[in-house]
């Protein structure tokens, strides 16, 4: 007996990066509803203390439930790193983070046992990618590297300008130094700058998207938890936001690659 789940699947990143993991989603799950919060408002998460990130999430998970979601997923690199281990068993719901599918990822990915992590400056001071991939697998090497930068220029719309390639060098180096052949995008807004950092590392390097790895990862749980939806129909997508709907909109569709209707509603998420 199967039994199946009409309830959405709650999303939330600390501003857009997220929407790389709904995008995945969509295009796996076609038939489940997607509520997603992004706290434009509060962006970015990475330079947070430890404990400003797990209220931030709190509040992030708060806000979803009062959708009545049936999972949620962490689709930010901090929030997973830092605040879900924390959290996991506190909401009495699926807490889904990009953690574990990644690392899963790029344990299967590289030959050489070298893998790179790009990540924010909250997610590389965890160590939680380095330690998720030792747990795994403990003859590989990690090297992880801040991308404290990488952030606003791809909320700023800098995704292949002058700038973000001198900047994607100078973070890179390190890494093409320890000839990795793994890198780890550690971050939901990295996946936008796919084309810059293979135009550095070359076509030898394999790239982990977490947004990708992650809704594969979110396929299988709620299969296995009998929480996918049996509705035959296109399922839809509510954004909810804690800052400028129409910037969100606007920029929002270079993530999605498609247009976001109209209709981004702003929250007040400190009530929650």
Do not use: W
């Not at 807004?189 to 390097?205: C, W």
């Amino acid at each position: 007996m199967h039994s199946f789940d009409t309830r959405p699947i709650g999303v939330f990143d600390s501003g857009l990066g997220g929407l790389t993991a709904v995008k995945e989603l969509k295009n796996i799950l076609p038939n489940e509803t997607i509520v997603y919060f992004g706290d434009t408002g509060r962006v970015p998460y990475g330079t947070r203390s430890n404990d400003t990130i797990i209220k931030y999430v709190r509040q992030d998970i708060r806000f979803l439930l009062t959708h009545g979601v049936k999972a949620i997923v962490a689709a930010c690199g901090t929030a997973s790193s830092v605040a879900l281990p924390q959290l996991n068993d506190e909401f009495g719901i699926p807490l889904i983070g990009v953690l574990n599918p990644v690392c899963q990822a790029a344990v299967k990915a590289s030959k050489c046992k070298k893998i790179g992590v790009l990540g924010t400056t909250g997610t590389i001071q965890s160590g939680a990618y380095k330690k998720g991939i030792c747990q795994i697998d403990q003859t590989f090497s990690v090297y992880e590297k801040a991308c404290p930068m990488f952030v606003p220029l791809v909320e700023n719309g800098y995704i292949e300008s002058e700038a973000t390639y001198i900047i994607a060098r100078e973070y890179l180096a390190p890494l093409m130094e320890e000839k990795v052949d793994t890198i780890i995008l550690g971050c939901t807004h990295y996946p936008l700058l796919t084309k810059v950092i293979t135009d550095i590392v070359g076509d030898g390097v394999f790239i982990i998207n977490a947004g990708y790895e992650t809704a594969g990862y979110t396929k299988t749980m709620l299969s296995q938890q009998g929480l996918l939806t049996d509705s035959p129909h296109k399922g839809d997508c509510r954004y909810f936001v804690s800052d400028d709907a129409e910037k969100f909109s606007y920029l929002g569709g270079m993530f999605l690659e498609e247009t976001i209707p109209a209709g981004v509603t702003k929250i007040d998420i400190e009530v929650f």
